[in-house]
Structures are given as structure tokens and as C-alpha cells.
């Protein structure tokens, strides 16, 4: 049985996804979920599929490696950043090399980096007259946006379409994608063996 932790701290849609996905596999299982945010509506989603929480809070987790035991007790192999905002420490993108992927809202490497997430990204797009936009799922690393590229997907920007409904778009290309990119990475030889922390 492959462990999945999700980090998520918005509505949680990629989420519900990714647990919908898996739910009823005896392979793999969505076996954690953590915010930053206590009153993430995403926590909702979990509590009701019976997967455990966790609430982190800024000073320990940058500044201690709790979490790793936490993600011990919980058998952790691989670890999804579904619309979470903060860097992940360097402990933890090292304890976890080539196992934490993040889904950005646009084609990296454009409309990347700090402050560029959510609606800022779609604005972005919408501002620059783009005639295209899409998806990006890739590795983590200690920089945001910059780890290697695992897969993207692309839809046109008509020029009718306004942030709204490029949002609209991408959420769905996201939607379509990520799970299965997903259990893809986790049947790979190299995240089969145990990870080591
Ligand atoms: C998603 O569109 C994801 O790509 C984006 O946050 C949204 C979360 O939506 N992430 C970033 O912008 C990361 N830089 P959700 O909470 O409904 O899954």
C-alpha cells in the first residue's frame, strides 16, 4: 500500500479529486491531509472520508522536522501540494526528492513564482492577452514553481474569456489530470521503494 499525504489550504476541489480517486483502492490511499489554515474548507472534505488531519502552523513546521514523524506514523511515500501557498522547507524537499509535486495554474515557467497563484495567475494570463493557458504539474524543490516539469496540459484563451472563466477552464483541466498523473508517479519503480526519512 502506497501513503499519500495532500496539502491543501483553499476550497480543496484537486483534493476531493484526488481522494474520490483513490477511495476505494487498496494500493494506494490518501492517508493525510494537511493545512495551514484551521478553518480550510478542504478539512471538511477529509473528516468526511474518514482521512486524518493536520493543522500546521508556520514556526514548527519551518523550524523543527515534527512532521516527519508525523508522516512516519502515517507511512508517507508520497505528498501532493493541491493549492498549498507556503515553500517547503529544505528537510522536507529532501527527505522527500522526487516524491511532492504541486499543480500550478499555468504553463510554467511563465506566471510562476511568489505571489502567483490562484486568481493573481488567471488575471495575469487574462491582462497579457494570452492565447493560451493551461496546467503544469512538476516537482518540488526549494524554489517556487521551479522543480522539474512533469506534465502540462493546455487550453485556449478566447478573447471573450475573462479571468472567471479562464479559472473555470484550468480548475477543469486540473481536475481531469491530476489524479491520474498521480497514481502514474506512484507506480513508478523509484517512488515504490521506501522513501527515506
Ligand atoms: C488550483 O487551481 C491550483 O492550481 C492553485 O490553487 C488552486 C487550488 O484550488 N495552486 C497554485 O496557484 C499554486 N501556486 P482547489 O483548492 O480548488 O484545489
Redesign the pocket.
Known sequence: MKHIAIF??????????IIGHFKHRRDISVSLLVSNKANA??LETARENGIPTLIIDRRNFYHSEDILKIFNQYSIDFVV?????WLVPTYLVRAFEGRIV?????LLPKY?GQG???M??HEAVFKNKETETG?TIHYVNEH??EGAIIFQARCPVAPDDTPQTI?KK??EL?HRHFPQIIETLLHDPAVQAHPKY
Open positions: 491543501a489550504s483553499g476550497t480543496g476541489s484537486n483534493a476531493k479529486k474548507p478542504v501540494l493541491a493549492g498549498f501557498l504541486n499543480i500550478h495554474p499555468a510562476g502567483m497563484y490562484g493573481h495567475v496546467i517556487y514553481d479559472a484550468v480548475l486540473e
